[in-house]
């Protein structure tokens, strides 16, 4: 950790002694947490996510509460069953709890799946505004992370989340 901001701190003081020689050169910075967090895609992506969870999830929850419901068969009824009905009733149980894991499994793994699919559809966006914003405002760096102080006036965060809100809106 130490190394890493020690690293920092020298390129930006490399980078700042070169602005002081030749100020013709524009540094700005970025925070893409706050710009990723603040851009109506990401509330997009994260809505539909949470649209396919619930689906999910209901599915998943229909199936326990069978579960349940036949175990409380067999609790209530066991007593009046057979041994094979029983024997038949609990492997019942036991296959679709066995299914039920494996779904939860899958859904776990798909869940992660598509949250990194759209966690780096997203970060490319924001990347590819950034680089947009720093072109037309004549950037020559745009930093982001490990700084330990900036001037707001260097931050384009704002004009970067205002950018992504039009493209937002055009779509």
Known sequence: MRLAVLWSSTVLLILLSGVVLASDYRIAVV???????????????????????????????EQQEQITALQGRLEREGALMSESEIQRLQNDIRNRTRKLKYARDEFQEDFALRQNELRTKLALQVRE???????????????????????????????????????????
């Open 31 to 61: 925070d893409p947490n706050t710009v990723v967090e603040e851009s109506p895609q990401y509330e997009a992506a994260r809505a539909a996510l949470q649209r396919e969870v619930e689906d999910r999830e209901s599915i998943l929850r």
């Open 129 to 171: 505004v950034i680089v947009e914003v720093a072109k037309e405002e004549k950037i020559d760096l745009v930093i982001s992370e490990g700084l330990v102080y900036f001037s707001p006036r260097i931050d384009i965060s704002a004009q970067v989340i205002e950018r992504l809100k039009q493209e937002f809106v055009e779509k």
